[in-house]
């Protein structure tokens, strides 16, 4: 898993450090708490901060509800009975076993169409793919099954270290992004939100110390020529792992000035999103006859965690590296249960039932690198077959007891 590199990573950060040395890339920053209200590459109304109620995010769901109904109604599919959100998280390579779980999940049968799909880090890279549904999978399994470190990541030689922003260059994931996120592939994703179905994915703004949620089908309805370059910023801003990968930089427009603003992993924040306190899933009717429509729904929500969760004890060695490490990997796994526990309250006041499922606590795939295709087959079959029996869901956070 990527997490692994951070540990010498921070080592050698806090040798550049002193070394105080190198010259640091110019910036323009914004810091702007109106900052999502402007243009972004020339688009507007495509993303708001995830830590506050945001009425462009509500407005986009409740237009989807109107759009989806209508859609039904077209196609005399008579109304709705079930809606699901699916959340998927953070995990580097394994994210193989969300992919899996997809896959299984599809051949098993009964995998809905999940009206809302959100993603970070890696979850933000296979969102777009679960969002399209099960026509995707062969593209998921080979990327979690296929991909090596090269086709994620080079490492920087030491005066680019000292020099940049990042001990690894990120040219190889961008490349490969841009090959599965084609304008084809847009087109289907603003065909879908013209339907009345919401991608969303999180970044965090490190300037601002806030996540930030993108609506991925607007920007590919938008029509504007950067686009597809914008979807593209987005997913790897939000698997862009600080000082091992590089931020993206992503240009804002503000009375005819161009600024930056520094996006990284999403899962600095949270390690997933469900709808968290941008939204208000109760406010999404618009009267009081699609009020009733909507209190009349079973309404799911699915979490996908690529990580275990429980404690893993073991002796750490008495050096910065594997210091670092253990306390990143601890960070994560306290960070990922603390997010269930919250996303349990939130489905309980809106009535609407939880079920999660993550990588099991015996299961172990040593891998050889960061990335390692037979470690990821291996994760990737496992979540699979979890995915095809219906097994490892359990709807409780753990220490949660009812």
Known sequence: MIKRIVGWLLVVVCMVSLAGCGAARKRHPLIDPNAPNL????MRNVRDWGDALSPMLQKSLITGARQYAAWRKANHLGPEKDLYLLALSGGGADGAFGAGVLCGWTDKGDRPEFRVVTGVSTGALSAPFA???????????????NVQTKDIFFLKSIWDIIRGDSVADTGPLKKLVETYVTPEMMAELAREHARGRRLFIATTNLDAQRNVVWDIGAIASSGNPNALELIHKVMIASASIPVAFPPV????EKNGETFDEMHVDGGVISQFIVYDAYLLPK?????????????ALRKHVCIIVNNKLGPVSESVRPRLA???????STLIKSQAKGSLAYSYLLTKRDGMSLDYIVIPEDFDSP???????????????MGYALGKEGQGWQSLPPGYVE
């Open 131 to 145: 969002f399209l549904g099960e026509k995707y999978d062969p593209v998921l399994r080979k990327l979690y099954t």
């Open 39 to 42: 243009s972004v590459m020339g």
């Open 367 to 381: 891998n050889k690198e960061p990335f390692d295709p037979a470690a990821m087959r291996k994760t990737f079959d």
């Open 249 to 252: 930089y992503i240009p804002v």
């Open 322 to 328: 594997p210091i670092a490490l253990r306390s990143i």
């Open 283 to 295: 406010e999404i009717a618009e009267d009081a006859h699609a009020m009733a429509a909507y209190n």
